[in-house]
């Protein structure tokens, strides 16, 4: 390059070529003799000027005397400046490599360094005669002294990646030439710390022959600029040498080659050696034979680590034996979607990538944050699972060159793969940009306008770096969001429907393995579902395919995905011609994917949404249940509309049905504990009784010609009920109690409550559309044998001169909630002082309660049910903890007023601010009873019918966990929660209540 004549630059102009601090620019260019330059315009160019020209500064001055000469080469070959002036502002770690090594600037000099790609044998040459080895030795061994080959294996491995910056920079050298190239770096390095390793073990050496396979990035070809490198060792005797002494010296070497990768010296640091993906992880031994590695392989690897060999490549060491280790694993890889435990492998490996990202970090995650790299990475190496067992064209290793392959044998739309690999390309250059400033293992996007902006300009974005790099990265994550849904899901449609457009056609066979690696067990089933839904032209079909692919997904990350399909299949076909439901599903996303949440985890909810399409429309709103005063309102407005008291009571049902899918929704997304599900269940049979009482009462008083009914009704709900805990599958226990008006025939009063009670069961319990609500009467007095309705006085007399104990301990969970307010409130007055006494029970009715309890214990458990996972009768279980608190209430519910209550959970905190139980086994006995009751509501939700018994079936196991909020795959934790915290609460049990 000319030097140019003129004036020097201004301070506008430094501004414009993007210098932040013009007046020190404008110094420096002035020290140096640069200010009229032309070197001016390619220091506009590069990611930071003022960076740069700093750099420049201090290269000059770390040359001493030969700088200025230097300087002026520099400037006067254009190609040089570029590439060294691109380096200096776009990494101040190789920028401080210079300074300590400013001869190397020599290396940008190279005209060819541009067009001409490294060769792996040469560099891997340069890095073992820089530690004094003999590259065409079959097992190179240092010859300079450990120190000195540590420092000088790293000023070599900066001189090789300061060629490779420039090209990449300043030549714009494509990612996967750049990749690949750092990645033969490491391979090399990793050849040169062993040839390091073998000098310091010595002679014994030569008793083991070791292979070093990379795995991950630095196996597919496609290093970053600075990560761990992952490796696997395997091992065999060298002839001659034993097993035992082999293993011996391999994990000598294998120890210390980590150590001279990782260990911090003068010239710094290169990168750690990983050795985690071995057999076992890090509790398994560094170094394996080959049988070793096959014997783990076949019995004991997991679905996850086939995924990573998928990458491994023999790199450094014995190469005989890193191809054989390589023949014996590529049968295993492409196996593996065939067998057992495949989906739930893929799946915990999804998690794995979750899991890993830090909360603050989550919308700056490049490698790991949604439509981040993982994401990519992930959906190309599930794709080659799936297919690669068929098709050896797609059995490559490199994301960009598997996802080319991927799209050329159809199994990707040619534009998505196009624009998947855009977005990849984009991501993978700026997690390069933000690892090259200062060679720090990084994947996140700084916050700063200083890094933001650097970054920007480096690629390119030089009129707004932070705008525009903003906007492009938002982009690209977004397509990297939407197409990861689209390469598994779509797809899928295209088998079953004709889909217009050059998108994938992936065959009928393909499909259903497809379908299979994302957890349906029945793939024809499922594909003929999509036909259903997906075939023709009509709008819906056209809407559904817009849908199915996202549904699909949510379905596959739920615990029963062919139920959710199923399900979704038959509320489309009951709802898909109105005009609301699928627009509402495209519309919001929320509610769509609540739906899928649903239908692949509660049979439950999914039966009740089938006779109650509508439902759908609650899922967008507030899932919080109704107050039992508006509802029987409701219920009694539709109620009203109706002739017959048949259709009356229907009417109420339709309502009561539609609240259950409220709750249970709420109950399934989250939104209720399970004291907040057993009020809402409690309230809704409020005023489904009440309201059909009120139906009832004038449908009886009608047929009797009566113009008023001759007696006050009320309903005692009993038991769960009583105690406002009812769970999905509880009938409603209740005792029906009327008191005559005066002047009334008591036998004729007795026979119009009569009436009602028995036409409320028989109504409330008819087949229908609806579930039906069993009106239980059972613990009245004298149980089965005794009158359905009694009077207020009939039931003063039988306490009085008959009821027993357990008589007494059933009115402790009884709460008058419905009909005649002052009927309820006497009826109240009336059994107060018999359920709560004011001395408390007899030591004799203590005991008489434990004898009963013994009795239920001994005899009530069902035959084959395991008493440690028995909800209800089990140890620890809801009877456990539930007299244990009434035992406390009939002893001291006299003295105590707050433990005058019919609700488990009051009670006992009743009974520890009395002092009766301590916090502590206060806190083991709440506990308990939320888990079991959520428990014994989730096993209700995910069978769509009642059970006392924690499944053992693992798919209703996985979905009861499910419901619970374990993350999946989490089955066997929730068990043994539900195991340690009923264990705790026998505990207490048996301290508190058995004495």
């Known amino acids: 390059m000319s030097r140019a ?34 070197v001016t315009a390619i220091l506009g160019r590069t990611a930071d000027p003022d960076q740069a020209l700093a750099g420049l500064v201090g290269l000059v001055e770390a040359l001493g005397a030969d700088g200025r000469a230097v300087l002026a080469e520099i400037v006067d070959d254009e ?80 001189r090789i990646l300061l060629r ?80 035992n002494g082999a293993t011996r010296v391999a994990t000598q070497l294998a120890s210390y080659l980590m150590q001279v990768c990782s260990d911090q010296t003068a010239e710094g640091t290169i990168w750690p050696v990983d050795a985690a993906l071995r057999p076992e992880g890090k509790a398994g031994p560094l170094v394996r034979t080959l049988a070793s590695h096959r014997g783990y392989y076949e019995r004991w690897a997991s679905t996850w680590e086939f995924q990573a060999l998928l990458k491994a490549r023999p790199v450094a060491g014995d190469p005989d034996l890193g191809r054989e280790y390589a023949r014996m694993v590529e049968p295993m890889v492409w196996s593996v979607a065939g067998r057992d435990g495949f989906v739930e492998g893929v799946q915990a490996m999804r998690r794995r990538v979750l899991d890993h990202i830090p909360t603050h970090e989550a919308e700056r995650q490049l490698k790991l944050g949604s439509g981040g790299l993982r994401d990519v990475e992930f959906a190309v190496q599930l794709l080659q699972l799936v297919h690669g067992r068929g098709d050896e064209r797609i059995r490559v290793a490199t994301t960009l060159s598997a996802l080319a392959e991927l799209t050329r044998g159809g199994y990707v739309g040619r534009e998505d793969g196009q624009a998947m690999h855009e977005a990849y390309v984009f991501l993978r250059t700026l997690e390069h940009r933000i690892q090259l400033y200062q060679l720090r293992r990084t994947h996140v996007v700084p916050e700063d306008d200083a890094s933001l902006r650097r970054l920007g300009r480096s690629l390119g974005y030089l009129k707004d770096p932070v705008a525009e790099l903003d906007r492009a990265w938002r982009h690209h994550r977004r397509e990297v969001r939407r197409l990861h849904e689209k390469l598994f899901y779509r797809p899928l449609l295209s088998a079953v429907a004709k889909i217009p457009g050059e998108g994938v056609r992936l065959s009928t066979d393909a499909a259903k393995a497809r379908l299979h690696a994302l957890g349906y067990e029945d793939p024809a089933a499922a594909l003929r579902h999509l036909e259903a839904m997906t075939s023709g032209v009509s709008r819906t079909a056209s809407i559904q395919r817009t849908l199915l692919p996202v549904m699909l997904e949510w379905f596959a990350d739920a615990p ?10 038959r509320i489309s076909e009951a709802l898909g011609s109105t005009t609301w439901y699928l627009r509402l599903l495209r519309d919001e996303g929320e509610v769509a994917q609540r739906l899928a949440q649903i239908l692949a985890t509660s049979r439950y909810t999914t039966a009740l949404l089938e006779r109650e399409p509508d439902g759908v429309k609650l899922l967008g709103g507030d899932l919080r249940p109704l107050t039992s005063d508006a509802l029987t309102t409701e219920m009694l407005a539709s109620a009203r509309r109706k002739e017959s008291l048949e259709e009356q009571v229907r009417a109420i049902r339709a309502v009561r049905r539609r609240e259950l899918v409220r709750i249970s929704a709420g109950d399934l997304a989250g939104d209720l504990d399970v004291v907040a599900v057993g009020a809402g269940l409690s309230n809704l049979t409020d005023a489904t009784l009440e309201a059909t009482l009120a ?3 004038a449908s009886v008083g009608e047929q009797r010609s009566l113009s008023e009914p001759p007696t006050r009704m009320a309903l005692v709900a009993m038991g769960r009920y009583g105690g406002f805990e009812l769970s999905y599958g509880s009938d409603a226990d209740v005792m029906f109690v009327h008191d005559p008006l005066p002047d009334v025939e008591p036998q004729a009063a ?44 009939s039931y003063a007399a039988y306490y009085a001169k008959w009821s027993r104990v357990w008589e007494f301990q059933a009115l402790l969970r009884a709460d008058a909630v419905v009909g005649d307010p002052d009927l309820r409130r006497r009826f109240t007055e009336l059994i107060d002082p018999l359920r709560f006494p004011e001395g408390g029970i007899s030591s004799d009715d203590v005991i008489e309660v434990r004898r009963i309890k013994a009795r239920v214990d001994d005899e009530r458990l069902p035959r084959g049910a395991d008493p440690n996972t028995h909800l209800k009768l089990g140890r620890g279980g809801l009877a456990d903890i539930e007299w244990t608190v009434q035992l406390l209430q009939m002893q001291h519910a006299g003295e105590h007023e707050g433990l005058r ?15 009766l139980v301590s916090e502590a086994d206060g806190e083991v006995l709440q506990r308990a009873w939320r888990l079991v009751s959520a428990v014994r509501n989730a096993v209700t939700l995910v069978r769509g019918k009642q059970a006392d018994q924690v499944p053992s079936d693992p798919a209703e196991r996985a979905g009861v966990a499910a419901v619970l909020g374990y993350p999946p795959g989490r089955s066997e934790a929730m068990v043994n929660d539900y195991l340690r915290t009923t264990r705790r609460a026998r505990t207490v049990v048996d301290r508190v209540f058995w004495d």
């Open 560 to 569: 029963d995905p062919d139920a959710g399909l199923f399900g979704f299949r």
């Open 5 to 38: 004549s003129g004036r020097p630059t201004s301070r506008t102009a430094l501004l414009g070529l993007g210098f932040q601090d013009p007046a020190t620019a404008a110094a420096r260019l002035a020290e140096l003799d640069l200010d009229t330059a032309p």
């Open 901 to 915: 209550t019919p609700r488990t959970l009051e009670a006992l905190r009743a009974a520890h601010e009395a002092g």
């Open 750 to 793: 007795a026979g119009y409550a009569q009436a009602v009670a028995n036409e409320m069961r028989r109504l409330l319990s008819a087949p229908a559309s609806d579930p039906p609500l069993e009106v239980d009467a059972d613990l009245r007095p004298e149980g089965k044998q005794g009158p359905l309705v009694r009077s207020l006085e």
């Open 695 to 697: 139906v009832v009462g």
């Open 164 to 243: 490779m910056a420039a090209r990449d920079l300043a030549h714009h050298v494509g990612l996967d030439d750049i990749a690949a190239e750092i990645s033969d770096l490491a391979a090399g390095t990793l050849d040169a710390a062993l040839a390091v390793a073998r000098a310091h073990v010595g002679e014994a050496a030569a008793q083991a022959r070791l292979a070093v396979i990379a795995m991950g990035k630095c196996g597919g070809h496609e290093l970053n600029y600075i990560s761990d490198v992952d490796v696997i060792f395997v091992h065999e005797p060298a002839e001659g040498a034993t097993e």
């Open 79 to 158: 190609g040089t400046a570029m590439r060294l002036l691109s380096v200096l502002g776009a990494s101040v770690a190789l920028t401080d490599h210079l300074h300590r090594h400013p001869e190397q600037w020599r290396e940008l000099t190279d005209p060819d360094l541009g067009s001409t790609r490294p060769a792996a044998y040469a560099v891997r040459a340069c890095l073992l005669r820089a530690v004094g080895a003999d590259p065409d030795a079959d097992a190179p061994v240092a010859t300079v002294p450990d120190r000195e080959a540590k420092d000088a294996l790293r000023v070599e491995y900066r």
